[in-house]
């Protein structure tokens, strides 16, 4: 490993950012989150951006995944064809400086489709590296463009992107039923009708309508409007993820609260959830790519 002092891994996502110091063992010894994603970085302002993240974690090398390598970014990592592992990320790093590395994403075409991921790559295969999930596995990774990906030997084999979070954010913000989702979205019946209609039926712009129709008429209560337009969403999400397969186990990886309502929508379906931590999972998989520089 060229850095045997430790080094600051850093998840630099589009709105926000975390950063880890990681001791020679691998062990988080500190960290930090703020807003500061790449959109708020000036042009030409990603060196002292950097130098801010060292003032705060110590003067040592950095390896960054995530947006910061997008051409939004510092400086752009090109995607990785799938099938993608962790030898194939960190053969593929881009070296801004001598102390600083950016892991590059990974890209999918096939199926008359093409499709793109930045960030996640090290989650999903730090958790198969680590034992968290299978070498041979379906993966689900909420946020506000979930991930279906099928690993395969511990490399992600194929994805697919539905960008169900950043539909119920605009929906919540600037639709007829923003005032109906300001309230949290939680499991429960509301959240089961939705998702069970989601999964059965394939009429989402039409329901996603009636959700406002069926408080104005008294068949729905206002207060269950968020839950059951997130499950409305996120089961419609579910079927395109399970593409009519027969449902076994997912594991589903991300923010706690997300994955805890993907995970109510897989069960819906009549399959099993494993829920696992997205945070542990990146330390695994920017841990695993820096032992192969």
């Excluded at 506000?144 to 990906?149: D, E, F, I, Q, R």
């Excluded at 993820?241 to 186990?249: E, H, V």
Aim: negative net charge.
């Amino acid at each position: 490993m060229r850095w045997p002092n430790g080094f600051i891994a850093v998840d630099w996502g589009t709105t926000n950012r975390r950063a880890y110091r990681l001791d020679p063992a691998g062990a988080c010894t500190a960290e930090f989150e703020d807003g500061q994603g790449v959109l708020s970085v000036e042009p030409g302002r990603f060196p002292d951006a950097v130098a801010e993240i060292r003032r705060r974690l110590g003067d040592l090398p950095l390896l960054l995944a995530g947006m910061v390598g997008s051409n939004r970014g510092w400086v752009e990592a090109r995607y990785v064809p799938c099938p993608a592992g962790l030898d194939d990320l960190a053969t593929n790093l881009v070296w801004p400086g001598e102390r600083e590395a950016i892991v590059p994403g990974v890209s999918f075409v096939g199926d008359g489709r093409a499709d793109v991921m930045r960030g996640e790559e090290v989650q999903l295969l730090g958790a198969a590296a680590a034992g968290r999930v299978p070498a041979d596995a379906l993966v689900c990774h909420p946020g506000t463009h979930n991930k279906w990906v099928v690993v395969e030997d511990r490399r992600i084999a194929s994805f697919r992107t539905v960008m169900t979070g950043e539909l119920f954010n605009l929906l919540r913000k600037h639709s007829i039923l923003s005032d109906l989702l300001q309230g949290n979205a939680e499991p429960g019946d509301a959240f089961a009708a939705g998702a069970r209609h989601g999964l059965d039926q394939d009429d989402l712009t039409s329901d996603l309508f009636a959700v406002r129709a069926r408080v104005l008429l008294g068949t729905a209560r206002r207060e269950d409007a968020a839950s059951y337009a997130s499950g409305l969403l996120i089961g419609s999400d579910v079927r395109i993820g399970l593409g009519g397969k027969a449902p076994g186990t997912t594991f589903v990886m991300g923010r706690p609260d997300l994955a805890r309502l993907y995970a109510a929508a897989i069960r819906e379906a009549g399959g099993d959830a494993i829920e696992l931590d997205g945070e542990q999972s990146f330390l695994s998989g920017i841990q695993a790519i820096a032992t192969r520089i």
